[in-house]
């Protein structure tokens, strides 16, 4: 058999035309959930199969492609999907976000500013943002259709009530070019200020929810909040252990059953590229050092 | 009579050129005013221009009800290629319409005419693919929306010369609207409904 088993980037044709024209849409209704016919895909739902169908589709030879999970190229999840790519599109993959065209991503935003030649492809679990608040669909697309809203304020209200402030850390809820109201998906919403005005296409996709949307570029991203409860990004107040950033956001890692913890760069590309730069951290090893006398 | 194997042929190679077309498609309505080259080339029954030939090579499918414009349905060789290479269904009722083909943009119907989509489902909606003179001279138009970074200028001859003001039902329909693709020759210009005009030279 000469033939290879399966098309370029995995997906028929047909299927591919079906989820562009629906990028399309999704990009000329800013914020909006295009629904379409999501396929199965070779891995399990939660694994990425609505960004890995949105990336097949857009995908081409010349791409190069960045997979992060949690903001690192490292995990299981993002290995097999750039090995996934690699293998169906014989495309080039990297882990240094400056040089992608493509980055797929699971619940972070790289650090790295993004450019215009970039397209930043989401997984999403559940896009629809008033879901936990109407389990209907037919009334939260009502609810979308009169751009009526309240039921969101109404729930970061509650989180004032009873903790004092918004509580909500991931998947915060905003507005998209002053209409729709979206799920940017579970990325902490320390990352919400990078979606507005972004140089580059940020496209989600869902697949067990069938959905897909999207923000073109210099697009307002507006995160919901009070104007006495001002919308505030978060992050551990610690510099990273490894690379003594201040800026980045951070994982809490559990180092011992005493309580001992330290905080590292959840963007291990970021983390790795300013380590290579000379910056170091309070558990940074020692730098490396030939012994004494051996190039003597 | 034209037999299907006289017929222009389609892309060269479907899959790597159906792919490049697109991602000058998305860039074009991801940055409106934007003028996109489209590079893959198939041949192109007559009134039928490079770029749109290749975009119905890309997006059309049996999905997709097409509508085209008098000058198109009168040519039945490209009536024949749409059907042969693409497979959609045209019809006479622009208001069911996924795409509608305009050749002559003097001849384009009220723009409400079309599939506006629902509020629930405003993906619903035509995309209308207007053939026109150049997208590199003519009037100046600023264009600002999501997309743009500040202002586009966009240099085009276009028809109908109202197309921008016709297009502002799109202000009052919104999240409803049209979404408009120019084509002259490889070149390719998004409109996409959140685009406005907001002044233009001569």
């Known amino acids: ?296 | 009579m034209t037999t299907i194997a006289e017929l222009p042929p389609g892309f060269a190679d479907k899959v790597l050129s159906a792919q490049s077309t697109f991602r000058s498609v998305m860039d074009a309505m991801a940055r409106p005013g934007s003028v996109q080259r489209i590079v893959p080339m198939a041949g192109a029954p007559d009134t039928m221009m490079r770029g749109t030939a290749a975009i119905a090579l890309t997006l059309f499918d049996h999905d997709t009800p097409l509508w085209l414009d008098a000058r198109m349905v009168e040519s039945s060789d490209l009536v024949k290629w749409l059907k042969f290479h693409t497979g959609a269904p045209v019809v006479q009722d622009c208001s069911i319409a996924s795409f509608a083909l305009i050749s002559d943009g003097t001849a384009l119907p009220q723009l409400d005419r079309f599939a506006l989509g629902t509020s629930e489902y405003p993906d619903r909606s035509t995309t209308v693919i207007i053939q026109v003179d150049s997208l590199a001279s003519g009037r100046g138009f600023e264009l600002r929306g999501p997309g743009i970074d500040g202002v586009a200028t966009l240099q085009a001859s276009i028809k109908p010369f109202d197309l921008f003001e016709r297009l502002r039902i799109n202000e009052a329909l919104f999240p409803r609207g049209i979404d408009v693709v120019l084509v002259a020759d490889d070149a390719v210009v998004a409109i996409p409904r959140t685009t406005r005009v907001v002044s233009k030279g001569s």
């Open chain 1, 1 to 296: 058999m000469n033939a290879p088993a399966y098309n370029f980037a995995y997906l028929d044709e047909q299927t591919k035309r079906m989820i562009r024209r629906a990028i399309l849409k999704a990009i000329a209704i800013p914020g909006y959930q295009v629904p379409f016919a999501s396929r199965e895909m070779p891995m399990p739902y939660g694994w990425g199969t609505g960004g890995v169908q949105v990336t097949a589709a857009i995908l081409g030879p010349r791409d190069v492609l960045k997979v992060i999970d949690q903001g690192s190229d490292d995990t299981t999840n993002a290995i097999s999907i750039r090995k996934f790519f690699a293998k169906t599109a014989g495309v080039a993959t990297t882990t240094a976000t400056g040089e992608a065209t493509v980055i797929q991503t699971r619940h972070r935003i790289p650090e790295t500013a993004l450019n215009e030649n970039q397209l930043l492809v989401y997984q999403v679990p559940i896009p629809e943002p008033l879901r936990f608040l109407e389990p209907r669909e037919t009334e939260t697309r009502r609810m979308h259709a009169l751009a009526e809203y309240g039921l969101m304020h109404v729930k970061l209200y509650e989180d004032i009530a009873r903790f004092g402030h918004i509580a909500t850390a991931y998947a915060y809820p905003v507005k998209v070019n002053a209409r729709y109201v979206m799920d940017p998906s579970p990325t902490p919403k320390f990352d919400n200020p990078k979606m507005d005005n972004c140089p580059a296409l940020q496209l989600f996709g869902a697949g067990r929810e069938k959905r897909i949307y999207a923000i073109p570029p210099y697009t307002e991203v507006v995160s919901l909040d009070f104007e006495d409860h001002p919308f505030e990004p978060y992050r551990f107040n610690a510099p990273c252990a490894l690379c003594g950033a201040e800026d980045s956001y951070l994982d809490e890692i559990v180092t011992d059953d005493q309580g001992g913890r330290m905080f590292v760069c959840s963007d291990t590309d970021y983390c790795e590229g300013r380590q290579a730069a000379g910056h170091h951290g309070s558990l940074s090893a020692a730098p490396y050092r030939e012994k004494a006398g051996s190039h003597g």
